[in-house]
């Protein structure tokens, strides 16, 4: 059986994500919106102080990641802000939440790099899980492998262990449920709060 990210238990619609199942018939490649940072991803961005160090290769614009920024602050300070979601997936446990928290308004992002990575394609998901039929299985499948050490094999998007960074897959760039989540983690972050469980 494969060690995957699982989805997180969310407050919030746009955090509806999936999960990666292995089954002796039937795996589902769908993967959490949710951090597994990595140390050897920790890019020192070049870009002006206030904006994005932006590495998507055409596919997302300034304006576009800002506005993803935007909602990832609205969000974190408008609504409940759970903090072990993928912890509570992967270990059980009780779900630990926050009330919503304004200094998220105020976090601004300070030269985020946002790297898109090539997504895995469905012959290369094949290849590495032979005799595993793949339910998810139509190109772009918006999945990539999470860093080395992560909980999780795949997963759509990761933010780097020192939170200058989130690697979004390249078909998931402009989704919020990859970007914006790992941007709100960054903001969470900068904010003081533990987003390991994230």
Known sequence: MLVVK????????????FVII??????????AFTVCGGS???????????????????????????????????????QTIALNPVTVQMQGGTLQSVAPDTRADGVQP????????PDLTVAQ???????VALQHNTDPTGIIHCPA?????????FT?????????????????GATGWEFENII?????????GR
Not at 188 to 196: K, P
């Open 40 to 78: 050897q991803y920790a890019p020192t961005p070049s870009c002006a102080a206030s904006s994005f160090d932006n590495q998507t290769n055409g596919g997302a614009t300034n304006s576009q990641l800002q506005a993803l920024w935007q909602q990832a602050q609205q969000d974190l300070a408008t």
């Open 22 to 31: 292995a089954t002796t018939a039937t795996l589902l490649f769908a993967v």
């Open 125 to 131: 998901l094949q290849a590495e899980n032979p005799g």
């Open 188 to 196: 969470l972050a900068r904010l003081g709060y533990d987003t390991a």
């Open 149 to 157: 050490g992560a909980q999780a094999k795949y997963c759509h998007s």
């Open 6 to 17: 699982p989805p997180c238990q969310c407050t919030t619609s746009h955090r509806s994500n």
């Open 160 to 176: 780097a262990s020192n939170n200058q960074a989130a690697y979004v897959s390249a078909s998931e760039v402009l989704n919020f």
């Open 110 to 117: 300070n030269c985020i790099a946002v790297i898109t990575v």
